[in-house]
């Protein structure tokens, strides 16, 4: 089992601000269900968990990839 499964929708929002995107993109409510897990939201709404894990991952990755700024003097 993936460990994001487990986790409330609340908790994964709260680690990454993008996976709200995601969660919207696929009509999975986060804040007033939040307390749901990942596999229950979509259980519920007959989504592929899957589906919603691979595009949790890519937004996970755009986070963690953080632009190099160089200043010259």
Do not use: W
């Not at 994964?12 to 939040?34: P, R, T």
């Amino acid at each position: 089992m993936n460990t994001l499964s487990s986790k409330t929708l609340a908790q994964i929002v709260n680690s990454n601000y993008k996976a709200a995107s995601v969660f919207e993109n696929h009509h999975l409510d986060f804040c007033c269900k939040g307390k749901r897990t990942l596999e229950q939201a979509c259980t519920e709404s007959d989504i592929k968990i899957e589906e919603v894990l691979k595009e949790l991952d890519k937004a996970e990755k755009q986070v963690n990839r953080l632009p190099i700024i160089m200043i010259f003097h």
